[in-house]
Nanobody, 119 residues
Framework: QVQLVESGGGLVQPGGSLRLSCAAS????????MGWYRQAPGKERELVAR???????YYGDSVKGRFSISRDSAKNTVTLQMNSLKPEDTAVYHC?????????????WGQGTQVTVSS
């Protein structure tokens, strides 16, 4: 059974930093694409950052230069380092993994962790 568990959310002041971690279990994800999405109240879920099994990364325009994604494939973990946080970064952040099966992606989600940026 695939399970993704996020940790590290909380309340931080504008300009501060937070580090989110996601622990995946249930199979070997070393070759799979992992990422972070976020959803703010009243808004659609958006891609924040993504990292492939080979280590290639992608960032949403709103977080480029401020956020950094990394992974430890041996431990099946993915981390999102968030710096220079802004109030508009406030959202529930979800870890996800896309597993390629017979040419199609099976997507799994964590429950989410709340990030609030406020003074």
């Amino acid at each position: 059974q695939v399970q993704l568990v996020e940790s590290g959310g909380g309340l931080v002041q504008p300009g501060g930093s937070l580090r989110l971690s996601c622990a995946a279990s249930g199979r070997d994800f070393s070759k799979d694409r992992m990422g972070w999405y976020r959803q703010a109240p009243g808004k659609e879920r958006e891609l924040v950052a993504r990292i492939t099994g080979g280590g290639s990364t992608y960032y949403g325009d709103s977080v480029k230069g401020r956020f950094s994604i990394s992974r430890d494939s041996a431990k099946n973990t993915v981390t999102l380092q968030m710096n220079s946080l802004k109030p508009e970064d406030t959202a529930v952040y979800h870890c996800n993994v896309d597993v390629l099966v017979a040419g199609f992606f099976e997507t799994y989600w964590g429950q989410g962790t709340q990030v609030t940026v406020s003074s």
